[in-house]
């Protein structure tokens, strides 16, 4: 290992927005590799004793937002399984930053296929009032910050979770 390496990295990263099963893959890949399984949200979560809506409720976007790129922080550093990131981690130039490098899979994913996937009425805090154009919007805005970041691009349409896990196998050595 050369100096300023970092002693241990996740096997894969998995980026993409809500919908695109990120959670879902990530425990499959767990499962099939036989390695753990970490997801930002749910460290926040943990960290917080609460929702992430709460945390967006009673403290605001931006402090969500310090929160997670802490929390992707420590699991880019500490975990040697798959990682999967909520959908907004990669908006912050210094998550980013730290992306690079590391094997990073987009999970693509349509409008229809996503508010099938999310529903229209589930409480997720992006997604206040018009779900289904909020969710369009949050597509085109991010779309192009996930390829940015990516070293793959798998397609998630119209696919189970697990013929996803199962082309994320096909890229990966």
Do not use: C
């Not at 970490?38 to 004793?49: F, G, P």
């Not at 310090?66 to 880019?76: F, I, K, S």
């Amino acid at each position: 290992m050369s100096a300023g390496s970092p002693a241990v990295r996740p096997r894969v990263v998995l980026v993409g927005p809500m919908g695109a099963g990120k959670t879902t893959v990530a425990d499959l890949l767990g499962a099939r590799w036989g390695v753990g399984v970490r997801d930002t949200d749910r460290d926040v979560e943990a960290a917080e004793q609460r929702a992430i809506s709460d945390i967006f409720v009673d403290d605001g976007e931006q402090h969500f937002r310090d929160l997670e790129a802490a929390a992707v922080a420590a699991a880019l550093a500490e975990h040697p399984g798959v990682l999967a990131l909520g959908g907004g981690a990669v908006l912050r130039e210094d998550t980013r930053a730290l992306l690079a490098g590391h094997v990073v899979v987009f999970l693509r994913v349509g409008l229809a296929d996503a508010a099938s996937r999310v529903g229209l009425g589930v409480a997720r805090p992006m997604l206040m009032g018009n779900v289904r154009g909020r969710m369009k919007q949050l597509l085109e805005e991010r779309t192009p910050v996930y390829e940015a970041v990516a070293t793959h691009v798998v397609d998630t349409d119209a696919r189970t979770p697990d013929q996803v896990a199962d082309a994320i196998e096909e890229l990966l050595p």
